[in-house]
């Protein structure tokens, strides 16, 4: 296929981004009203890591990694490369060389929707990586593909430039334009997570804290002794 290689896209802010780093992608994606999250099946290959970063983006053919080599070099300080393939492939298009030579441009991490390999090497470098699959399976670097195009992961788009925020819960992406908003979103939620903390704390129920017993009520549930519960089961 042929394919083309997109130079100096637009990016979010630096600000933004490393204020989105400060939350987790469970509240990012709340805060964007459950938007923005990449499948479960992309899995970190680390655990208590988490990146933010601008998305380079890379649309590979199966099997074949020649364009992860391309977009090393569209790569600098603050990205995150995502990579998806044409069709499905598990295949380990990624390992230690590449994660080398992204992590001396200050790449902070990688996002796959394929296989990745040099697992232990990689934990070891601290590099931040989460992939579809692990596999040994070697690459060829024979075919045409593009670099900072939009690519969809899971139904997800990803563009060049957005915000693709990682950690143990998996990934999302937040859109270059909202990044500033989310940011100051996330932040009342987690605000108002605290609150909530401290009322549980204070051994307040959800059930009060959020109004549910109404809830209950309207949807017909009721309370019953062991012994009424009982009695009503033999007579049913």
């Given at each position: 296929?042929?394919?083309?290689?997109?130079?100096?896209?637009?990016?979010?802010?630096?600000?933004?981004?490393?204020?989105?780093?400060?939350?987790g992608v469970a509240t990012v994606?709340?805060?964007?009203?459950?938007?923005?999250?990449?499948?479960?099946?992309?899995?970190?290959?680390?655990?208590?890591?988490?990146?933010?970063?601008?998305?380079?983006?890379?649309?590979?053919?199966?099997?074949?990694?020649?364009?992860?080599?391309?977009?090393?070099?569209?790569c600098g300080e603050g990205d995150i490369l995502v990579v998806t393939t044409t069709s499905p492939c598990t295949d380990g298009l990624f390992g230690e060389l590449f994660a080398t030579a992204l992590q001396q441009r200050g790449v902070r991490g990688v996002v796959l929707n394929t296989g990745i390999r040099d697992t232990q090497e990689l934990r070891d470098?601290?590099?931040?990586?989460?992939?579809?699959?692990?596999s040994s399976q070697g690459t060829v670097k024979a075919t045409g593909g593009s670099v900072n195009v939009p690519i969809a992961i899971d139904g997800q788009g990803?563009?060049?430039?957005?915000?693709?925020?990682?950690?143990?819960?998996?990934?999302?992406?937040?859109?270059r334009e909202r990044a500033g908003e989310t940011a100051a979103r996330a932040e009342a939620r987690?605000?108002?997570e605290a609150a909530t903390r401290a009322a549980f704390l204070?051994?307040?129920?959800?059930?009060?804290?959020?109004?549910?017993?109404?809830?209950l009520v309207r949807l017909g549930v009721t309370y019953k002794s062991h012994?009424?519960?009982?009695?009503?089961?033999a007579q049913a």
């Amino acid at each position: 296929m042929s394919g083309v290689i997109v130079t100096n896209p637009p990016r979010a802010e630096r600000t933004d981004v490393d204020a989105l780093a400060g939350f987790g992608v469970a509240t990012v994606s709340e805060a964007m009203g459950r938007t923005g999250l990449l499948g479960p099946g992309i899995r970190p290959v680390q655990q208590g890591v988490r990146v933010a970063g601008t998305a380079v983006t890379v649309l590979s053919w199966p099997g074949d990694n020649l364009m992860i080599h391309a977009a090393v070099e569209q790569c600098g300080e603050g990205d995150i490369l995502v990579v998806t393939t044409t069709s499905p492939c598990t295949d380990g298009l990624f390992g230690e060389l590449f994660a080398t030579a992204l992590q001396q441009r200050g790449v902070r991490g990688v996002v796959l929707n394929t296989g990745i390999r040099d697992t232990q090497e990689l934990r070891d470098m601290d590099f931040a990586a989460w992939s579809r699959a692990v596999s040994s399976q070697g690459t060829v670097k024979a075919t045409g593909g593009s670099v900072n195009v939009p690519i969809a992961i899971d139904g997800q788009g990803v563009r060049p430039g957005d915000v693709i925020l990682a950690d143990d819960d998996g990934v999302v992406v937040v859109p270059r334009e909202r990044a500033g908003e989310t940011a100051a979103r996330a932040e009342a939620r987690e605000a108002k997570e605290a609150a909530t903390r401290a009322a549980f704390l204070g051994g307040q129920l959800g059930l009060d804290r959020y109004g549910l017993r109404e809830t209950l009520v309207r949807l017909g549930v009721t309370y019953k002794s062991h012994d009424e519960y009982v009695r009503g089961e033999a007579q049913a």
